[in-house]
Nanobody, 124 residues
Framework: QVQLVESGGGLVQAGGSLRLSCAAS????????MGWFRQAPGKEREFVAA????????AYAEFVKGRFTISRDNAKNTVYLQMNSLKPEDTAVYYC?????????????????WGQGTQVTVSS
């Protein structure tokens, strides 16, 4: 069984930065791609960013390109999401997830294990 625990969320002013972390336990995930998704109140969950098994390939949603950076440290079994130039519309619960494969993918049905989420609130 894999457990994913997100941290690093909080309240920040528009234009500020946050760094989310997702620590995995129960099994090494160095062979799996990882992803970040988010869900705002009243909206469906949406893809944010993904990274392949060795960090050599990444994918981003258009609305975060140039502002967010996904990275991973396989030695620590941890994936990160650096979020810069935050906007009020980035307010959501952010979830990390493990992919069924080793290639970065944007589709939520390609992911099997999910964390409990961390709240990010951006004030205007």
């Amino acid at each position: 069984q894999v457990q994913l625990v997100e941290s690093g969320g909080g309240l920040v002013q528009a234009g500020g930065s946050l760094r989310l972390s997702c620590a995995a336990s129960g099994r090494t995930l160095s062979s799996r791609a990882m992803g970040w998704f988010r869900q705002a109140p009243g909206k469906e969950r949406e893809f944010v960013a993904a990274i392949n098994w060795n960090g050599g390939n990444t994918a981003y949603a258009e609305f975060v390109k140039g502002r967010f950076t996904i990275s991973r440290d396989n030695a620590k079994n941890t994936v990160y999401l650096q979020m810069n130039s935050l906007k009020p519309e980035d307010t959501a619960v952010y979830y990390c997830a493990t992919s069924l494969g080793n290639i970065a993918t944007t589709r939520s049905y390609h992911y099997d294990y999910w964390g409990q989420g961390t709240q990010v609130t951006v004030s205007s």
